[in-house]
């Protein structure tokens, strides 16, 4: 064979060789409708399988709240008519501050402001003679502190007097004495009094010797008349008529004199009594002027709270202002929180609730009770969809005070352990029923319970289901992409 047949044969095998590659290669690109739907067919979906479990389900009621010290009150100072016109702060406490009973919540001009517990307000001046429920609430603080009123019986008398000048005084301060102008009225009763007196003293001595001048009036007229008679007796009958005459004018002129001194006397004596009267009458208004300058309260000193002990919230005036109307806001210790509630989920909650309270971030954790829910949405600073409602903190890691807090409200439970499955796990049959699927295709009818934190619970109805049985709750249709 020659060399040029053999390349040429040579030339023909690889062209051969190459047209079965091609062949080859275009053929597997070529798909049939058959095998294009089987590899673009979705793969068989397999279900997903959770165990039926036994938990306590609990439903609740989540929101947030901000913490505060409870029952809030203004303290305000009214003018005292014992001073007339309002001071200026010279102390204030700090924000904070603790008061209790007996305290001196600030001072004014110099003069403190003491803090008692009562339910009335103070709205007058408590000064000797003052009587009411507001002195009797007043004697009753004074006991509570150690200071003896007396009896507790409404009535400014001496002794509710002292027991103030002993408190006043234990704390550091002057009691409130006599004023200026009562110490000027004290002194003219005094100056009047003395020029009475002096004047009952000279009545009483007219009246004495007006006395003295009666009875010599009528021994002289009786004198007189025994005289007249023995002349007239002794007269002749020619001089008889003359004698009785000049008798009668004796006899009538020592009744006249008689009748004048006991006049005289009269008015002495009515002087005299008039003078002790004046006396008496100087007498009782120098002893109640005297009463009156004794030690008091004057308004502007004493705050009675409802609540004590207290802690001072907020200051609303400043140590150099005048103190008129409402000075600091004081609040107890007890801790509240201010919260609201959807109206639907407002209907859930009730006073004496347990609450949880928590900031996780802040690893804040407390509990409380649901102390108060509004009557009617929009009251209490919320809108008209909302229903304010107050919880009672009862325990707490940490001050709470002006934090934002979440609330936890349990609003109802199974009480125990219950059949439980992710609600995902129940779905309705055709007729109604509700059903769970088992693992191995198989179906129960169940009755559902309580619902809470995505598990309903469940109560077979024609099976059987125990803790750590598997039930479908969805299909994983993932698969391998052809």
Known sequence: MTRKRITTLILVLAVVVLIAIGSWVIGSQIQSPAEAAARTAPPTPSAILVPVEE???????????????????????APSALKGEAGVITTLP??????????VVLTVSGRPVFVLTGALPAYRDFVPGSQGSDVAQLEEALQRLGFDPGDVDGRFDEQTSSA?????????FEPFGATAVQQATIQQLEQALAAAKLEQQTAVTHTTLAERAVAAAKAQADSDNLAAEKAAN????????????????????????????VAAQQAAAGEAELAAQTVAQLNAELEQARRDAGVKLPLDEIIFLTTLPARVEQLTLNVGETASG??????NNQLAVDSSLPLDEAQLVRAGMPVTIDEPTLGLEATGVVERVADSPGTDGVDGFHVYFETRVETASASLEG????????????????TAVPISALFLAADG????????????????GLSADGFV??????????????????????????
Not at 58 to 69: C, H, I, L, P
Not at 459 to 470: F, K, M, N, S
């Open 55 to 77: 938990r306590v389900l609990s439903s609740r009621v989540v929101t947030r709240g901000t913490a505060r010290f409870g029952l809030p009150q203004t303290v305000a100072l």
């Open 457 to 482: 619970e469940i109560t077979p109805v024609d099976g059987t289901l125990t803790p750590g049985d598997l039930v479908v709750v969805g299909f994983d249709t993932a698969g391998e992409e052809p």
């Open 326 to 331: 409402p000075l600091l806001t004081v609040t």
């Open 164 to 172: 103030i000048a002993n408190w006043v005084t234990a704390a550091g």
């Open 403 to 418: 934090f934002s807090l979440r609330l936890t409200i349990p609003v109802e439970s199974t009480g125990g352990a219950v």
């Open 234 to 261: 002794e007269a002749g009958a020619a001089n008889q008529a003359q004698a009785e005459a000049e008798a009668l004018a004796v006899r009538l002129a020592g009744e006249v004199a008689v009748e004048t001194a």
């Open 433 to 448: 029923s509700s059903r769970v699927q088992l693992g191995d295709g198989s179906f129960i009818t169940v009755e559902p």
């Open 94 to 103: 700090p924000r904070g501050t603790q008061l209790a009973e007996g305290d």
